[in-house]
Structure formats: structure tokens, C-alpha cells
């Protein structure tokens, strides 16, 4: 074990609390950010740069190395000696993203929370746009923006298509306006540019592992639903998307996972409150999600087994069965995806084509 008394040395079932010489650096209101990592050197160092290039410091960065097995123990204990709130967790075993949140998450007495990933980086901004935007609506449980993407192995970020909430004009979402934005176009967060309320994560569940590469999205949405959130319409963050190696990518990529998480999150909206959502949203939600795991199963280097993602579709729309299995077998990729569409997403074609236009704009502007 290192000497080094910034540094947390943990297994499955040992955490130790932070060192004196690591308490934050500013007063209320306190922000505390976990910043992930396995097997991401090449990244890593721009993740933090960004992080320690804000405009507003976070109070203290817990750097959460996965058992990884590349360098990003070396570069972590680097960027340690150097920034004192800057605490390295040093896992001994894999313990996965979900769990180590989650646990990071009910330890925290910080006010608000920030997840961030060794693979994405922030704009400088980020932090005290996001906070002045949850000081000035105290109510709120979360405060998100827009997103540029990079796609792997790319180096020029591009804006992200993604729906703009219900709002008003100070950017505050109520619960209601959260219910109808969702019902309208589904969810608008991007967990790369998303600052949680401490309290109001940890009130709704925080992290749910049962919920997989859902599980950051879904909490959103929950906190959004109940206390009501903030939104920035400009982009605040860079996330770097890895089509086939990402939570979220496996959990569409696996039939027996996405079936498993859309059953659990349909379980779980099925338990709120009568009011809480629009009426039919559970029917959007499902197809939608649907749509997302044919689109990515389409994508799969590998022939496509039809009779599968039928069987696995079959339990929530038994209706559309017949007409997918038809779809699912017609040669075009162009015309079988936009059958799909048409079929399972039909009112949300309109305002899809529109974000893909104004985000070609936005990048040309």
C-alpha cells in the first residue's frame, strides 16, 4: 500500500474516508466530482486537464481507478502529488462503474455531484454555468446542457443531436413540463454535462445496476419528474462514444440484457405516482427502446438473427411482431430502417429530422 496520504486503497468491502489534507477547497456550495476509470490512459490526462481547467474549481476529484491494468495508476498518482483535492481510490478488484457510483454516491456529503468519465472532457464553463443555473433555482434537482460527440478514433468533436426540453425562460423545467417534454421527444440528458443535487440523487435511488446502461439516464429522469430540473442550450462538454465497447452500447448490443432492463424500467415507471407521467408514455418509452436495440442489433458485424430479436420483442409488443419480422428481413439497410421508424417511433420522425438538421448547421456555423 503507498504511503502517499491522499490515496484510498480499497477492496470489495473497505473505504477509507478522505484524508485531512484533502478537504475542499471552497465553502458552500460544495461540489464533489467522481471521475471514473479503467484501462483509460490515453485519455485520461485530458479528462483531468479539462477538469482542473474550470472556471469554478470542484471542491474535491475522486479519481475511481477500476483495477485497470494499464498506466492510469501513474498518471493518477501524478496529477495527486501535484492538486491536493484531488483523491485517488484504487481498486483492488473490478467492481464496475454501477457499484462503485452508487457507493461513492451515498458517501458524499458534498451539495452537488458530478459523474464524469476518464473518456470525456468538459468545457472550462461547465461547473459554474451549471451551479449558478441550480443556485438561481434552488428547487431543482439536476441542471444539464447540450453535448459535442467524438466519435473513436475521430478528433474533431461534432454538436450531438439531442431534444431541448419544455422550459422557461430562466431555463427551469418543472416536473410537468418534464412529464410532457418526455412524452414529446424522451429523454434530453447527457450524463457528460449533468449535475446532480446530492440530496435529490440520493432521494430517488441514485444508481441502479439493475437498470444497466439505463441506469444514469433513468435517475435523471427521475429527479427531473419530481423536483423539476435546469437545462443550458449550448454544449458544455465533449462525450467520446465507443459504438460497441460502452455500458450503453452492451446493454442494447446484448438481447438478454436489453430485454432484461426494458422490462425492469418499464417495472419501475409503472411504480411512480398516477400523474406522474403523460398518459401513453410507458407505450412511447417501450418503443422507442424497442427501436434503439433493432437499430443496434442492425449494426452488429455479424448477420443479424432474426427469430431473436423477434423472440425478444415479443413480450412487449406482441402486436408489431408480424410486421418486424417482415421489416427485419428486407435487404435494404436504408429502407428497413426507415420502415422501423415509421413503425415504432412514427411521432417522433418529424422533430428527429429537424436535431439532424440543425445539428449539420450548427456544425457549419
Not at 484510498?8 to 460544495?30: C, F, G, H, V
Not at 462525450?239 to 426494458?262: G, M
Amino acid at each position: 500500500m503507498t504511503d502517499v496520504p491522499s490515496v484510498i486503497m480499497r477492496n470489495d468491502k473497505r473505504l477509507l474516508t478522505m484524508s485531512k489534507e484533502n478537504t475542499p477547497l471552497t465553502k458552500a456550495p460544495t461540489l464533489a466530482v467522481f471521475l471514473a476509470n479503467f484501462n483509460h490512459a490515453k485519455y485520461l490526462s485530458a479528462a483531468l486537464d479539462a477538469l482542473l481547467s474550470q472556471t469554478r474549481q470542484a471542491d474535491v476529484i475522486y479519481v475511481v481507478d477500476d483495477a485497470s491494468w494499464d498506466n492510469s495508476r501513474e498518471i493518477i498518482q501524478d496529477y495527486a502529488d501535484t492538486y491536493p483535492h484531488i483523491v485517488p481510490v484504487l481498486n483492488t478488484q473490478n467492481r464496475g462503474y454501477i457499484a462503485n457510483a452508487q457507493e461513492w454516491l451515498y458517501e458524499r456529503t458534498e451539495d452537488y455531484v458530478y459523474f464524469a468519465a476518464a473518456d470525456d472532457f468538459v468545457m472550462p464553463d461547465l461547473f459554474e454555468r451549471t451551479l449558478a443555473k441550480l443556485e438561481q433555482h434552488p428547487k431543482a434537482g439536476l441542471c444539464t446542457s447540450l453535448c459535442y460527440m467524438l466519435d473513436e478514433g475521430e478528433m474533431d468533436p461534432v454538436f450531438a443531436p439531442s431534444p431541448t426540453p419544455e422550459m422557461d425562460h430562466t431555463g427551469y423545467v418543472s416536473p410537468e413540463a418534464a412529464a410532457r417534454s418526455l412524452y414529446r421527444d424522451d429523454s434530453w440528458f447527457w450524463g457528460t454535462t449533468t449535475i446532480f443535487r446530492r440530496k435529490a440523487a440520493v432521494e430517488c435511488g441514485g444508481y441502479d445496476a439493475e437498470l444497466y446502461g439505463l441506469t444514469d439516464r433513468f435517475l435523471s429522469m427521475l429527479v427531473s419528474l419530481k423536483y423539476g430540473s435546469c437545462f443550458i442550450g449550448e454544449p458544455l462538454a465533449v462525450w467520446r462514444r465507443f459504438v460497441s465497447t460502452s455500458i450503453s452500447a452492451i446493454t442494447f448490443k446484448d438481447v438478454e440484457i436489453s430485454n432484461r432492463v426494458l422490462g425492469q424500467a418499464i417495472t419501475r415507471l409503472n411504480d411512480l405516482e398516477d400523474g406522474v407521467l403523460q398518459k401513453g408514455y410507458i407505450r412511447r418509452f417501450t418503443k422507442r427502446w424497442i427501436y434503439s436495440f433493432i437499430e443496434r442489433q442492425v449494426m452488429q458485424p455479424q448477420p443479424m438473427d432474426v427469430g431473436v430479436v423477434i423472440d425478444a420483442v415479443k413480450p412487449h409488443l406482441p402486436g408489431f411482431v408480424f410486421g418486424l419480422d417482415i421489416v427485419l428481413r428486407i435487404p435494404s439497410a436504408t429502407i428497413r430502417r426507415a420502415l422501423l421508424a415509421i413503425i415504432l417511433r412514427p411521432y417522433d420522425l418529424k422533430r428527429a429530422i429537424v436535431r439532424r438538421f440543425e445539428s449539420q448547421l450548427f456544425c457549419l456555423l
